[in-house]
């Protein structure tokens, strides 16, 4: 049987017990449903050598050998990915649109007795859902953004928020990037659609009826671009802005960007493309720090000729309500705990 889903909590919420991607490793790569295992029917190079003959040769000749690959790899998984797995067990199975890779595959976990079923239309179907609900759809949420300078420990504060129970969207942790010039984490960051999976994954496990704190971010985190309909509403958010002493921000960034501060020759790469913006003599005082190994004066000057500068001006643009003023003197758990507290209470009012 093809199932058909016409809503993305609809295909989110599948019921199945595993969702196999049966695509090539380089398709899952760059996205692919939450969740899901890669069981490729065709590798990245058969898949490339199957095309090549469809196109050059003969679509026979391309599907005689696919046939071939397609079977051979589908037992390969059957005897040693999937045995162990019992007789009620239910897969939903999918490829690029839901064609002869998943159909193949699905067909083969029948004949055995398993509950299995493929996704029409295969990944496209996904993408296009993942796309209206993103990009077309209105956003049924209602977010309320965390704002400060930087250094306030906006991203610490969401975690601690989370795990008190207020609702919250995580878009730096998404997006595995610090949301600044210096924020790029190890591992890289994800593809624009493997994000944008994430993302929607997460929105529909939010309850829409209950605000969703979200940290305040431009329209790009690192090289990832929010869709419209979410910055749309994360500009025009309400704000809880988030206050602290320099001295302690400057501490607290010491310890979250020691990677960062910790590299040198990084630093230096980074810094020296903003003489353009914050003339020679201030980025030649950065680049003196960096050569100190001053990490703390290094942060503060940061934030006092650059950081704070920038985020004034884009405040002034600014038209989104302040519902909230919290300052939290110092940045660790116990000012943080504290703050979390005085934000839960600002949402209970909501």
Request: hydrophobic share 40%.
């Amino acid at each position: 049987m093809v199932l058909k889903f016409s809503k993305l909590p609809e295909l989110y919420g599948h019921g199945f017990d595993t969702v196999i991607d049966v695509r090539s490793p380089a398709e899952f790569a760059e996205d692919h449903l939450p969740g899901a295992i890669n069981l490729p029917v065709l590798d990245n190079e058969e898949r490339a050598r199957v095309g090549t003959i469809y196109v050059q040769q003969s679509p026979f000749l391309a599907r005689k050998l696919g046939a071939a690959l397609v079977f051979r790899n589908a037992a390969n998984h059957i005897e040693r990915s999937l045995s162990h797995h019992e007789g009620g067990w239910k897969p939903l199975v999918y490829c690029w649109r839901g064609g002869q890779r998943s159909g193949s595959f699905t067909w083969m976990l029948q004949q055995i007795g398993w509950r299995a079923e493929v996704v029409e239309g295969g990944y496209r179907t996904y993408r296009r859902l993942v796309n209206r609900y993103l990009y077309d759809d209105p956003l049924p949420h209602r977010l309320i953004a965390l704002d400060g300078y930087t250094g306030t420990a906006k991203t610490e504060l969401l975690a601690k928020l989370g795990a008190c129970g207020v609702q919250v969207l995580d878009l730096e942790g998404l997006a595995n990037h610090r949301g600044s010039l210096l924020g790029e984490m190890p591992g890289g960051q994800p593809s624009q659609k493997a994000f944008e999976s994430a993302l929607a994954a997460r929105l529909c496990l939010l309850d829409p009826a209950r605000p969703v704190v979200v940290e305040a971010e431009s329209s790009k985190i690192g090289s990832l671009i929010l869709p419209p309909t979410i910055w749309s509403a994360l500009r025009n958010a309400p704000r809880i802005q988030v206050a602290a002493p320099i001295e302690a921000r400057s501490a607290y960034l010491v310890s979250a960007y020691d990677d960062v501060l910790s590299d040198s020759d990084r630093l230096r790469d980074r810094l020296s493309p903003l003489r353009f913006h914050r003339g020679h003599e201030t980025v030649d005082g950065w680049l003196s720090l960096i050569e100190a190994g001053d990490k703390k004066a290094l942060t503060r000057a940061l934030m006092e000729q650059h950081y704070d500068p920038a985020y004034a001006k884009s405040s002034r643009a600014r038209k989104a309500p302040v519902i909230a003023n919290v300052d939290v003197l110092r940045l660790d758990d116990a000012g943080l705990d504290s703050a979390a507290v005085q934000i839960r209470r600002v949402l209970d009012q909501l």
